[in-house]
């Protein structure tokens, strides 16, 4: 359990890195070292790595500037359709898991190759 903590605990600095320093689409590459760190079940530590960072990093954002955070989400859901808020922060979070996983897998995939 320590292990694998600590493989996400990393796996997610190294997500909250990628994505201040290069962009959101690239932490795909810190939770697939994450999954290659993992092995089996590489896909849920790289869910779990890039999940955490997307929340640490939209709590970060409510924290410091709450109201243009809020009205950002109120706008992007009037854009997708006049979903709440909420959904717009929760969609979020959705795409940081699922880039999470599909890292992890991929990272999981390349260690099964390789060793």
Known sequence: MKSA???????????????????WAWTIVAAAGAGFWQGR???????????????????????V???????????????????PAAAVYLITGLVGLLLGTAGGGLGSGVRRLLL
């Open 5 to 23: 903590l600590l493989k996400v605990t990393c796996g997610a600095a190294g997500a909250l890195v990628v994505h201040v320093a290069v962009g």
């Open 41 to 63: 079940r590489g896909w849920l530590a790289g869910a779990a790595s890039v999940g955490l960072s997307f929340a640490a990093l939209m709590a970060y954002s409510f924290v």
């Open 65 to 83: 500037a709450a109201a243009p955070v809020e009205r950002m989400g109120m706008v992007m859901g009037g854009i997708l359709g006049g979903l």
